[in-house]
């Protein structure tokens, strides 16, 4: 049996046709011997074509677990297992003996994984994991001990493991209003509260007695850098708003001042009612599962509408968000600021994309040390890719510019600034 487990260990998960060549038996031998394993080889998949591959045991919680997927109702469905296999492999079992096969981790650990300002703070909110205190310390299995141990929570719409389910169906769901933001801000910061969602900017989530909600916040300190923030958390509002009425699903924001602090609520689209959930995935779990390098959202939108993941209206819709992003200087287009609904299948995943978030002019964010960029605002020139999607993304950025211009919570410094970075103005 060790040579089939040296083999295993090495390789990863193997062809069986390879296995009995590379270990001289036959198919029927190479099944009993599998069968003694005893649940230590796993077989992926049903035919001749099947793969085997060796559990790799993480302490504390095995090598696989059961996979719930919470529906928009907010009522567990069983969605098979998830196994971890020598050679840093995710096989989702969904079905017996039938499933999905990642390297590396699945799309949606990656996307569950704690990360951003929030999963910075997963370490201290639960010490008794005995974590690393820098989760870029982290290694593969403290990524998967925190899924199964303290996953009730996370992005999306799975679970995973019976621990993280118990503790989804132990929980319930406050409300927070307004006037509680100011102090959850504070408590946020010394003792870490709240999902774990990506990105670095301050946050927490809450729940307002209808949506869930992601909810940025300023320091309300008064500072250069505090008024700046103030001010592109309201541009990344009135861009959600211009791109709404100009017909691009967008995500649902409201400004809200408290105490000094601006506030900005963000509907969640990732969650329904008190306990719904949906599938999603961002852009980057996407590209890093079956497509390739991270460039840029124009390639990365070629490839999925040349597979037909993506339809060709969202292909023109992520054009038209690059042009846009483009026009009002957001420099932040990265893979995580794009997301997909998603629906896991054995040929190929199907994806719908979801409201536009995080959109706003982040080539005028303070720097780490608190100083404001320096810098004159040039009008950019379209490529040949986004020639067919420049001129309605020019009347977009014109309608952004105009509602910063009627807006008098916005400082006139900033105002000014924004108006005069193109020749037409507002």
């Not at 907010?74 to 999905?100: C, D, N, V």
């Not at 019976?162 to 010394?190: C, H, K, N, W």
């Not at 993304?393 to 970075?421: H, K, Q, V």
């Amino acid at each position: 049996m060790d040579d089939l487990y040296q083999i295993l260990k090495q390789q990863g998960p193997t062809p069986a046709a390879a296995l009995t060549r590379q270990l001289g038996i036959s198919p029927a031998t190479l099944s009993r011997r599998v069968k003694a394993a005893g649940g230590q080889v796993v077989r992926i998949g049903r035919t001749r074509g099947a793969r085997y591959g060796l559990h790799h045991e993480i302490p504390g919680i095995g090598a696989r677990w059961p996979v719930w997927e919470i529906n928009p109702e907010g009522t567990p469905e069983a969605r098979g297992q998830l196994h971890w296999l020598h050679g840093l492999a995710s096989y989702w079992e969904i079905e017996p003996g039938q499933g999905l096969v990642y390297e590396g981790f699945a799309p949606f650990i990656a996307d569950m994984a704690p990360q951003g300002f929030l999963g910075q703070l997963f370490p201290r909110r639960f010490p008794e994991l005995a974590f690393p205190p820098r989760i870029r310390d982290w290694q593969e299995s403290h990524v998967l001990q925190a899924l199964v141990m303290r996953g009730e929570d996370l992005p999306g719409n799975l679970i995973i493991g019976s621990v993280s389910m118990d503790r989804f169906l132990q929980s319930e769901t406050g409300v927070s209003r307004p006037r509680d933001y100011p102090a959850i801000s504070r408590e946020l910061v010394t003792r870490g509260s709240g999902s774990s969602t990506a990105g670095e900017f301050p946050k927490f989530t809450a729940f307002d007695g209808e949506h869930h909600l992601l909810v940025k916040f300023t320091a309300g300190d008064r500072s250069p850098a505090d008024r700046r923030w103030r001010d592109l958390l309201l541009c990344e509002h009135h861009a959600a708003a211009t791109l709404a009425a100009g017909g691009i699903n967008a995500s649902v924001t409201r400004p809200v001042l408290q105490e000094e602090q601006l506030f900005l609520e963000i509907r969640r689209f990732d969650r329904q009612g008190p306990r719904g959930r949906h599938a999603v995935l961002t852009l980057g779990a996407v590209d890093d599962a079956w497509l390739g390098p991270r460039d840029n959202w124009i390639q990365a939108a070629r490839r999925l509408a040349d597979r037909g993941w993506i339809t060709p209206e969202d292909h023109t819709r992520i054009l038209l968000l690059e042009a846009f992003g483009l026009l009002i200087h957001n420099n932040d287009r990265h893979f995580g600021n794009l997301a997909c609904f998603w629906e896991p299948t054995a040929e190929a995943p199907r994806l719908k994309l979801a409201p536009v978030y995080d959109m706003l002019p982040m080539a005028l964010a303070p720097a780490a040390n608190g100083m404001l960029p320096e810098r004159t605002l040039e009008p950019p020139k379209p490529s040949a890719a986004l020639l067919a999607v420049w001129d309605q993304a020019e009347g977009l950025a014109r309608e952004f510019r105009t509602r910063l211009a009627g807006d008098d919570r916005i400082s006139p410094a900033f105002r000014a600034l924004i108006r005069n970075d193109s020749p037409a103005g507002p």
